[in-house]
């Protein structure tokens, strides 16, 4: 996201959240130790690279079709998608979708799409489960809180109360739901961390499952694997998110030092060393924002680097 009000903007238009997806399926062990000059890479999609579609909002806004074969040629193979409302992902019935993607050699492994603050029913919940069994996604990420939500301990308590009935919806479904971060909930509110002392320490782990996104948890001054240490099994989904720069903790969703994956700053490799305490499946790619307004360009660097530096 390019500053709050645009993402704001844009849950408010599709009626989703949005936001990064990679899945490391194997290890190409033939390539380990080797310098990356040596390391050559025939097929990206042999390492279950993907995509959150956030990334290209404005591409998938105007071409859909055009815009996936464009991601499945540069390499992706699974997806994160981030438009889902009156029961259609980007306009498209959900069988339509699966369809367009897989035909592209692509699958759709999540979706953000967000439960209002104020409470869903329970017809509601189903039918955004059922939608996402039909477009053939293994999980469901609540991606956002807007700032007005956001201020009271009370409010974020019925907020997790809500969505554990929802993940119980969606686990009869056969769909995770879960929690995407930013940095916000990292902050103090009325002397409480939210993410701490609401959200890890009230949502059903056995319905629910964190997607940390690495790029806010740093901003926020957290050290994702001391997280993980201290919470292991919880973190399923990975949003893998570079930086530029390293700053002071802050907990304003308002930043534009996103960068392609391996050229910045955060060091993946030692995250995913710790993938397994975290209980990591699966991880999303993502960059919100561009320098040169040029995503796709962006997509490209990310999956040359992860082929070559990162995932080798």
């Known amino acids: 996201m390019k500053t709050k009000q645009s993402r704001r903007e844009f849950l408010r238009l599709s009626g989703t959240g949005a ?18 000059s040596e390391v050559t890479v025939a097929d990206p999609k042999t390492f279950g690279i993907g995509l959150q579609l956030y990334t290209i909002r404005d591409a998938m806004g105007k071409d859909v079709p055009g815009s996936l074969k464009m991601v499945s040629d540069i ?19 959900p069988g339509d979708f699966k369809k367009m993607a897989n035909d592209l050699g692509m699958e759709i492994i999540s979706s953000h799409a967000g439960v209002n603050p104020k ?7 189903k039918k955004m489960a059922e939608d996402h069994a039909k477009v ?16 009271s301990i009370a409010g974020f308590q019925k907020m997790v109360a809500d969505w554990n009935k929802v993940g119980r919806i969606m686990k009869d479904n056969g769909i995770q ?29 056995d319905l629910m499952t964190m997607e940390i996104d ?21 973190f399923k989904l990975f949003h893998m998110k570079d930086m530029y720069t390293k700053e002071a903790p802050f907990f304003k969703t308002q930043s534009s030092d996103f960068a392609p994956v ?9 995250i995913l060393a710790a993938k397994n305490i975290a209980g990591m499946k699966y991880m999303f790619v ?22 070559t530096k990162i995932l080798v």
């Open 262 to 270: 391996g050229d910045g700053l955060i060091n993946f490799r030692e």
């Open 19 to 36: 936001l990064g997806a990679i899945v490391i399926l194997k290890n190409n062990w033939e390539t380990v130790g080797k310098p990356t």
């Open 75 to 93: 390499g992706y193979k699974y997806l994160e998608l981030a438009s889902y409302e009156n029961g259609k992902f980007y306009g498209y019935l």
């Open 119 to 125: 409470g869903i029913t329970s017809d509601e919940a």
């Open 177 to 205: 739901f879960g929690y995407h971060n930013h940095n916000f909930e990292f902050g103090t509110v009325e002397g409480k961390v939210p993410y701490f002392d609401v959200f890890l320490a009230e949502m059903d782990k």
């Open 286 to 307: 993502e960059q919100d924002s561009t320098k040169d307004g040029k995503p796709f360009d962006a997509i490209k660097t990310s999956i040359t680097n992860l082929t």
């Open 136 to 151: 053939g996604a293994k999980y469901c990420m609540q991606p956002y809180i807007a700032d007005e939500d956001r201020k």
């Open 214 to 234: 690495l790029f806010w948890a740093t901003k926020a001054g957290i050290n994702p694997i001391e997280l993980f240490k201290k919470y292991p099994g919880r």
